[in-house]
């Protein structure tokens, strides 16, 4: 030992302040998860570490800047476990790794081993030059996880096909941390599993092909001065932009119409989100009625859904607001919403219900399946900045087909 060149100890001032900034961040992002960026504040944050507020500014001078440091703490976990995948073996092993390991990543999170790591619900919050920290952070990880879908040996996927798999991939991988604490912690990895196990081989039986034909809905033109196009326009503006961003001006401006034409429609901007939200649901439940009326086999209108719902987000009405939008709502309207959401992804589990019975859909774990769809379709809205060239055409193919029948079919 006495040979050897040993570290020194860190300052103890150094130490301590790693640790209370640890301390920090964790109590952060699991107030930012329970009330949105918008709604904690850094008293409380300060008060859930035994601080005084303005300790909190030694470390983090304002909330943003905090907001910006658990974000890239989240993606610094997702790129440590991208790091982890052996990348010598096939992708479909390393897709069951990954899962695998991030599973257990959220299970000990979920029983206090781990502490809490934000969502990624209020990125969109960020401004500059915070925005530009974080986005440049998240795009690379997103380029190392595409990478988890290339073949060694074989010629790389061309530019939307690729593109479009890695968006599917990391929006199931987000969408799991909304879903999976309905099991147990130790069923997590069983849980892991199962979602492999549908991403990989789909939900099509052999018999069944995609279609992409969706069901017949004459949808409304929107009258630039009506309420239906003030939801429109905000929606738009809270999925690109987050509750914050979408200010009454931005969304006035959008329409070319006064502010004061706002308040006429929406009293509040609480309220503007919750309508939002129902006109979303509207527009999802009209498809899933629809496609149970056009189409008898479960496969056919769980595809006719799917498709109609994707060409609904990028078309002239739409989009459907985010799920990321939960974290906005006031407190009160947060579980009739969940319980709503619920309903609408249930619906989707009965579709594949249907379909396994009647032979169409193999057989697969539905609820685990429905919270994919769910998912995949939510996430739809934004498949534009991840897939530029994508058409209104081949969106559905591009972004449903994979998850329907198989990543690499």
């Not at 035994?50 to 500014?57: A, D, V």
């Not at 396994?356 to 900045?385: C, K």
Request: hydrophobic share 45%.
């Amino acid at each position: 030992m006495s040979g050897m060149d040993l570290p020194s100890p860190l300052p103890r001032q150094t130490r301590r302040f790693e640790q209370k900034r640890e301390a920090i961040l964790d109590a952060a992002a699991a107030l930012f998860n329970e009330k949105g960026v918008r709604g904690a504040t850094l008293q409380d944050v300060a008060q859930s570490v035994g601080l005084m507020t303005n300790s909190i500014t030694y470390y983090y001078r304002k909330k943003e800047d905090l907001a910006t440091a658990c974000l890239l703490r989240t993606i610094e976990m997702l790129d440590g476990l991208i790091a982890a995948i052996d990348m010598t073996a096939p992708p479909e092993a390393r897709i069951r790794q990954f899962l695998a390991l991030y599973a257990g990543r959220l299970a000990a999170i979920e029983t206090g081993i781990e502490p809490q790591l934000i969502m990624f619900n209020d990125i969109r919050a960020l401004t500059s030059p915070h925005d530009a920290v974080v986005y440049e952070a998240y795009t690379a990880m997103f380029r190392r996880m595409r990478a988890l879908l290339d073949r060694a040996g074989k010629p790389v996927a061309e530019r939307m096909t690729r593109n479009g798999r890695a968006h599917l991939l990391i929006s199931i991988v987000h969408g799991m941390r909304n879903w999976i604490d309905r099991t147990e912690p130790d069923g997590y990895a069983r849980t892991a599993e199962r979602t492999a196990d549908i991403l990989l081989g789909g939900l099509a039986a052999e018999t069944s092909l995609w279609t992409g034909r969706p069901p017949a809905i004459a949808w409304p033109r929107i009258d630039d001065v009506s309420p239906e196009a003030f939801l429109r326009s905000a929606t738009y503006l809270i999925n690109e932009q987050g509750y914050r961003g979408a200010s009454v001006e931005k969304i006035s401006a959008r329409l070319n119409v006064t502010k004061g034409s706002f308040y006429h429609h929406i009293d509040n901007k609480d309220d503007l989100v919750a309508a939002c939200f129902a006109r979303s649901f509207d527009v999802v439940r009209r498809v899933q009625r629809a496609a149970e009326t056009d189409h008898g086999r479960g496969w056919d209108r769980l595809c006719a859904a799917a498709t109609e719902i994707i060409h609904y987000q990028l078309s002239e009405q739409g989009p459907v607001l985010r799920a990321s939008a939960f974290s906005a709502l006031p407190e009160t309207l947060r579980g009739p919403t969940q319980r709503t959401m619920d309903r609408i992804t249930r619906r989707f589990g009965g579709f594949i219900a249907d379909g396994m019975l009647d032979g169409s859909i193999r057989l697969v774990d539905a609820p685990i399946a429905a919270h994919l769809v769910a998912t995949m379709l939510n996430a739809a809205a934004e498949i534009e900045r991840w897939v530029p060239d994508v058409t209104l055409e081949l969106a559905a193919g591009t972004y449903a087909r994979p998850l329907f029948v198989g990543l690499f079919n």
